[in-house]
């Protein structure tokens, strides 16, 4: 794994997973990240990687091996209708989001290899 600058930083001396306020009234400290948060309608994941020739249909396809989605919004250049390399796609439960992530983070779509996250993590110590 190739390491940068900010890796031999002391104040970045901290668990992957973790964040550090940087804010300048705060005491330094690390907050660790708790999972994720339910949108207004659901569980949001958020994939990237999407190969620009993608259609909804195939991200969709994919997606709903893994529990019923509710809703989906992949970008496209206007000028070219090619897929601008994201989407957001939400689940009605955490357990479908989290089955999704778990099984298609790193998966091949159209031959690109796509990343799955939460759209939305709350870190502990704010409301």
Known sequence: MQRSPRDDNPDNDHEAGEIRSRHP?????????????????????????????????????????????????????????????YALVEYASQTEAQDAINNLHGAKILGKTIAVNWAFVKPTGYR
């Open 25 to 85: 009234h705060h005491q330094q400290r690390t907050i660790p990240r708790t999972g994720a948060v339910r949108s207004v309608e659901g569980w949001v994941v958020f994939v990237t990687g999407i190969h620009e020739e993608a259609q909804e249909d195939d991200i969709s396809d994919a997606f709903s091996d893994h529990g019923t989605v509710t809703k989906m919004q992949m970008n496209v250049d206007r000028q070219t209708g090619l897929a601008k390399g």
